[in-house]
Each structure stands twice: as C-alpha cells, then as structure tokens.
C-alpha cells in the first residue's frame, strides 16, 4: 500500500468543528430538560471537543513545536499536530487545552469541568467519590447547566472573533 502525505483543510475543519459545538450544546440542553441527565453530559463534553478542536485548527501553529512527526491515517500520512488539531483526542484534551490557555483564557477551566462531565457519563453519580467526583444528579444538573453558559459565552466570543478576523477592512 502506498502512503501519501497530506495536508489537512484546518479552516474548513475548524468552521465545521465549530458547528458541531454549538450543535451539541443544543443538545444537551435538550437533554437535560428531558431528565437525561448523563446523555446531555455526554453531549456538553462532545461539544467541548468540538470547540476545542475548532480553537486548535484556528491556532495550528501553536501546536507543531509540541506534535512532531506526522500520523498515518489509512494510506495517507498527515502532520501530528494537524491530527492532534482536528481529532482532539480525549487522553490529550488537558495538555491541549494548557497550550490554547494562553491565548483564550478559560480553556484550561472548561476543560476541566468537560471531563468531570465525561467521568460523570460513564460512570454515573458517584457518593463515594471513587468513579466519579459527581455525587448525585442534582450536583451534575448544576454543573451541565453552568458549563453550557460558560462554554456557549466563550464560543460567541471565539467565533465573533474569527468572523472578524475575515472582514475586509
């Protein structure tokens, strides 16, 4: 099998990552009025990604210090910190969101609460404190809520930003 090397639409990724976070805000919200308590963390932590992902490919060039070397995907080979931009991967999220941080204050924080979210999801409430630092539902409840407000306030401000940043002057 032959490998080609490619380089990624990191402006068409970032625009349609940031679609996706809204989206998934969306839903979440959805779901937390519904009483799916744990889907609509899910959902807030997938939008987190997302938006993350999209404050990543709009900052690339932060990252290619940091992600040497390139990933093969298939039979095409892609730079790492391009990979690193659009997947977001879930073990790098805290490392990522520490670099973006200088640039967009409140990342790191976000980033931080998305987790405990994600920890939530899968491992439910937890009063003990041993799979989860969620106690109960109402506890998650507040947290999704506050974490929705935060998240949708720093994507206004982001995208506000980057469709200023296309404006001809």
Known sequence: MEV???????ETLAKERLEEAIKELD???????????????GK???????FL???ALRNVNLLQEKYRGNKRVGNVTIPFYEWIAAVAPTNRLTELS???????PGVAELTAMA??????????????????????DETAMAL??????????????????????HTPD
């Open 53 to 55: 992902s999209y404050l």
């Open 4 to 10: 080609h090397m490619r380089r990624l639409s990191t």
């Open 115 to 136: 987790l405990q979210l994600h920890e939530y999801q899968y491992n439910g409430p937890d009063p003990e404190g041993i799979r989860s630092k969620i106690p109960n």
């Open 27 to 41: 839903v979440a919200e959805i779901f937390l009025r519904e009483g799916l308590v744990r889907n609509a963390a």
């Open 144 to 165: 999704i809520k506050s974490f929705v407000t935060k998240a949708r306030a720093l994507m206004s401000a982001s995208s506000k930003e980057s469709s200023n940043a």
């Open 44 to 50: 807030a932590f997938q939008a987190w990604k997302a």
């Open 98 to 104: 520490a670099e973006i941080e200088r640039i967009v």
